[in-house]
């Protein structure tokens, strides 16, 4: 499994891979897009996991560096993870990032509820998913392993969404970054969503939304 952690800085966006298995680290960087920080994101991941030859559900966690960075620029920072139903969890990850606030919510709703009263508004959605690609002959599949890949990757984001993008299309601003895969398979290279809620009448079509050569 890998770790990768990403900065966006004022011209280059950098990322460090951690090969969890060796420890070995590897960085990289691509230009940051001024316009719109989400895209040299998706641009430079692609690009990342392609140079490796990485599969994207190999991926255990990448964002590490979203949270500091956002602290850093002064953002508030809400955060979820299913582990942080654990008090102690919770305690560990805000004593890491000092200033982030660990949410114990699962369910969309309440999570996009608790945002929105305690701060008024979302400026960006970060979903960071990871489920790992079960792999098994097609006589052996579990249809309820499927289910809940299907729950956790395409459901669970896709409520987030449509509970977002109201607040942020009123504002007229806002971003949602996906950096999530249940693929097999490598990921498509050049692959990412449109997200600008001025322009989204309806969710993202995932078969070929935005898709490049």
Known sequence: MYRIGFDVGGTFTDFTLHDVASGALHHFKVPTSPADPSEGIADGLNALLSRHGIAPQEISFAGHGTTETALAQGATVLAHDPSFQEPSARRKYESQFAGAHALAATDPATLIELALK?????????????????????????????????EAMAVAPFRLVQLVAPSMRKRKRGRIVFVSSAAP?????????????????????????????
């Open 185 to 213: 398979l490598r990921g498509s290279i050049k692959y990412r969503f449109n997200t600008n809620p001025s322009r989204m009448p309806r969710p993202p079509n995932t078969t070929n939304d935005q898709r490049q050569p």
């Open 118 to 150: 305690r701060h008024g508004h979302i400026d960006a959605l970060v979903n960071n998913d990871a489920h790992p690609a079960l792999r098994a002959p097609l006589a052996e599949a579990r249809l309820d392993d499927y289910r809940a890949a299907f």
